[in-house]
């Protein structure tokens, strides 16, 4: 069954300490990113990756890590989680960013107190 | 910067009339624009996009228009059923200066009442 795969998909931490939110997709897409919701913002772009090895910063990056090691994998990283992280985080990949449709993942919603 | 305005933020209709989310994108590099229904405690799906080079699109029941000019598109569903009750978010895709931005518009909640 071709899907993203987001884990975990509930996590609560504290201020601080350093945690991964893994993303991997079985369908072998180009494009991959991340994606935070928050009530009456929308989803707000994180980081993106056009293809293994190639990053860049969404409209929202700051706090956050990523990488693209693999073309399946794009992990979301947070060194040094702070309350105003806590929010649903999405993955989505697309074929390619030509060809537009996202495919998300199951979301994660993350607490950090 | 970029950013995508959508309106309203909720619309309640009575089932079988129509509803129409309207949003207006700033950058006019811009050339897809999808949409998204989210349902509750579900991830968002693609439900209807357009690109830059065509004016409308139909799928059944849906449909989006696209003004260049203005910056504007719309979603428009026509006998609206209980089952399209769900949060709609468009968006724009914005490709310039080396970077492939997604940006969303707010979100818009439907009710659909029976």
């Known amino acids: 069954e071709a899907q993203v795969t987001q884990n975990p998909r509930y996590l609560i931490t504290v201020t601080g300490k350093k945690l991964t939110v893994t993303c991997s997709q079985n369908?072998?897409?180009?494009?991959m990113s991340w994606y935070r919701q928050d009530p009456g913002l929308g989803l707000r772009q994180i980081y993106y990756?056009?293809?293994?090895?190639?990053?860049d910063k969404g409209d929202v990056p700051e706090g956050y890590k990523v990488s693209r090691k693999e073309k399946r994998n794009f992990p979301l990283i947070l060194e040094s989680p702070s309350p105003n992280q806590t929010s649903l985080y999405f993955c989505?990949?697309?074929?390619?960013?030509?060809?537009?449709?996202?495919?998300f993942g199951e979301g994660s919603r993350l607490t950090v107190l | 910067g970029e950013n995508v305005e959508q309106h309203p933020s909720t619309l309640s209709v009575q089932e079988g009339d129509s509803a129409v989310i309207k949003c207006t994108y700033s950058d006019s590099a811009s050339n897809y624009f999808p949409w998204y229904k989210q349902e509750l405690g579900k991830r968002p799906q693609l439900i209807i996009d357009?690109?830059?080079?065509?004016g409308e699109k139909k799928d059944q029941r849906i449909a989006v228009t696209l003004n260049k000019t203005a910056k504007h598109f719309s979603l428009h569903i026509t006998e609206t059923q209980p089952e399209d009750s769900a949060v709609y978010f468009c968006a724009a895709t914005l490709v310039t200066s080396g970077t492939y931005k997604y940006i969303f518009g707010t979100g818009t909640r439907l009710k659909v009442l029976a």
């Open positions: 369908m072998n897409h180009e494009y």
């Open positions: 357009i690109r830059s080079n065509v």
């Open positions: 990756s056009m293809n293994v090895e190639v990053t």
């Open positions: 989505a990949s697309s074929l390619s960013w030509q060809t537009g449709e996202l495919f």
